[in-house]
């Protein structure tokens, strides 16, 4: 039973290259998530999905792309990285009905750009 | 935009002391979550508050949610140095306030450190 996984667990790039992380969840919740969590800052949602084909943009987006061809697939692009996308990146699926749910993270991936 | 403040931001105690962390909103809340993140780990789902004062307990743990559901506090009692971690709140925006239901704003976390 691996609920959510990512891939890969540590990536460090160099400015300018494009890079995508993985995140694969096994109980096909419709909703997914991903998070940036920097220090002083929390967690902060980049973009979200509501479904397959449907995603939405988070707090803070810009520099990123996401696709959700499948319901236990939902990639994060990093079009072309810049050293404040340093970072470590949570993907997180939702189990529940309406406003009342429970989210779960996957183990998250440390994101390097040099 | 919504925002959700916490404090204290880091807090140190001396194990068996009680430990509580605050979670304030600059807006009416449809509920609050809280999660446990352990040094290294990644967040982990620890309660849901619904209810306007709702008050509820896991073991050593007491969650609360204020009657204007504007704000939280979870509170360890007897701390032990298996709570060490970062406590979050998350809060999702009452939609009778424009906020929608898959939204989850956290705050920015309690560091707690547990001295054996």
């Known amino acids: 039973d691996a609920g959510i996984t990512q891939s890969p667990r540590y990536k460090i790039t160099e400015t300018g290259r494009q890079v995508t992380l993985m995140c694969h969840q096994t109980?096909?919740?419709?909703?997914m998530f991903w998070y940036r969590q920097d220090l002083g800052h929390g967690l902060r949602l980049i973009y979200y999905s509501a479904a397959a084909d449907i995603t939405d943009k988070g707090e803070v987006p810009d520099g990123y792309v996401v696709s959700r061809s499948k319901t236990e697939n939902f990639p994060l692009t990093l079009e072309s990285a810049t050293r404040s996308q340093t970072s470590v990146y949570f993907c997180?699926?939702?189990w529940g009905q309406g406003a009342v749910y429970e989210q779960y993270f996957g183990p998250g991936t440390r994101l390097t750009v040099t | 935009g919504q925002q959700v403040m916490q404090i204290p931001q880091y807090q140190h105690v001396q194990e068996g002391e009680d430990f509580t962390t605050y979670c304030n909103s600059s807006?009416?809340?449809?509920?609050i979550q809280w999660y446990k993140q352990r040094p290294g780990g990644h967040p982990v789902f620890l309660i849901q508050l619904v209810k306007s004062g709702e008050v509820k307990k896991q073991k050593r743990l007491t969650f609360q949610f204020g009657e204007a559901k504007k704000n939280s506090s979870l509170h360890i009692t007897a701390t032990q140095t298996t709570d060490v971690g970062t406590y979050f709140c998350?809060?999702?925006?009452?939609?009778?306030?424009?906020?929608?239901?898959?939204?989850?704003?956290f705050g920015k976390g309690t560091l707690l450190t547990v001295n054996p």
């Open positions: 998350a809060g999702i925006k009452d939609p009778n306030s424009g906020g929608s239901n898959y939204k989850l704003t």
């Open positions: 109980w096909s919740h419709s909703y």
């Open positions: 997180a699926s939702r």
């Open positions: 807006t009416t809340l449809s509920n």
